[in-house]
């Protein structure tokens, strides 16, 4: 069987997602597109022979279309999943779920509703092996329980339209969903710290932020965002146990070295960084789709995500430390 996925607002990232579909993994084929922009969608359909639909609800509820892949701009999300979950069609929706944590419970009781999970976010750092070598030594408790990470988030720059909430929603995120995945623990508190800025910021942005956060068990997690570095994408991840220490590796495959010294490549973007975990977290959706079957983050962990990153934006406003205050887990997500 080939699932065939239609594509939701396909912009730098669903291009991305569609090539490695296309290029490099098994089992689907894009048919369908849709997007606001109808020549952006034409210049994507064509060389697939994918059909051109006018809207999401169009595609969604098409026939040809097997699973939904949304990957439109973060505030038009919630619509596109929902309504996929009530034509009963699997949809990986990428991060953030919705925009607000209110708007991932209304797509966790329309789940609830349908009895089943049809939603995977595309939290993709679960699929990285060196975060995943990680988590192992972890849960196997061999060096004790974690009490310390130390994150970094660094980019070489942003656009001028990013702004100072950006910095939680659109690029904490990742470490905040990946840090409830890794320790396998809630986050409770966040505070937001300002350092000196940088003089390579837009003037209406703070950067770098430190974002501190607080797990069930007394963990603190800490995670530079430094979004106007220069010298590349860099992400560090370092989780201090009771006996040891665990860190994630340079993203490099050799070193060189030359009469300028020794040194590695440094990557740019994330497509870059976690391609092989891009194709890992497309390759088991589209293989759970075949089967009929659910796989990888769900619409809880999108909340999750979400009251967090409600918390940090708060926080980054107030200089106080912010609860994170979660609804009870439904049935559906345990």
């Known amino acids: 069987m080939t699932v065939r996925i239609g594509i939701v607002g396909p912009g730098g990232m669903g291009r991305a997602h569609i090539a490695r579909i296309e290029n490099e993994l098994a089992g689907g084929h894009v048919v369908a597109v849709t997007d606001i922009d109808p020549e ?51 949809v990986l929706c990428e ?106 910021r837009f003037p209406h942005l703070q950067d770098p932020l430190v974002v501190v956060m607080e797990t069930e068990s007394g963990a603190i997690l800490y995670d530079e965002v430094f979004v106007n570095i220069q010298y590349g994408y860099d992400i560090r991840c370092e989780v201090v146990m009771e006996s040891g220490t665990m860190a994630l590796s340079d993203q490099n495959l ?37 089967k009929g079957e659910h796989a990888g983050s769900s619409a809880w962990d999108g909340y999750a995500a979400a009251v967090v990153c409600d918390a940090g934006v708060k926080a980054i406003e107030t200089g106080q430390t912010e609860p994170v205050v979660l609804i009870e887990k439904p049935t559906l997500y345990n």
């Open 40 to 90: 952006n969608a034409a210049r994507v359909a064509e060389p697939l022979g994918a059909t051109v639909y006018a809207d999401d609800t169009a595609l969604i509820e098409a026939e040809e279309v097997d699973a939904i892949l949304v990957t439109s701009f973060g505030l038009a999300h919630e619509a596109s999943v929902l309504k996929a979950i009530a034509a009963g069609k699997p």
């Open 95 to 200: 991060k953030p779920l919705a925009p607000t944590a209110d708007a991932c419970v209304r797509i966790m009781e329309a789940e609830q509703a349908a009895g089943r999970k049809y939603v995977t976010v595309g939290f993709m750092r679960r699929f990285d092996r060196s975060y995943g070598e990680i988590k192992e030594v972890i849960d196997s408790g061999e060096l004790g329980a974690p009490i310390i990470v130390h994150n970094r988030h660094r980019n070489p720059t942003v656009p001028e339209s990013y702004t100072a909430d950006m910095a939680i929603n659109d690029t904490a995120i990742h470490e905040i969903d990946t840090m409830r995945w890794l320790l396998g623990e809630e986050i409770t508190a966040v505070r937001v710290d300002k350092p000196k800025p940088t003089a390579n």
């Open 254 to 290: 050799t070193d060189r070295r030359d009469s300028e010294g020794a040194r590695n490549k440094i990557t740019r973007d994330h497509n870059e960084r976690f391609h092989l975990a891009f194709n890992q977290e497309l390759q088991q959706w589209i293989k759970a789709v075949e």
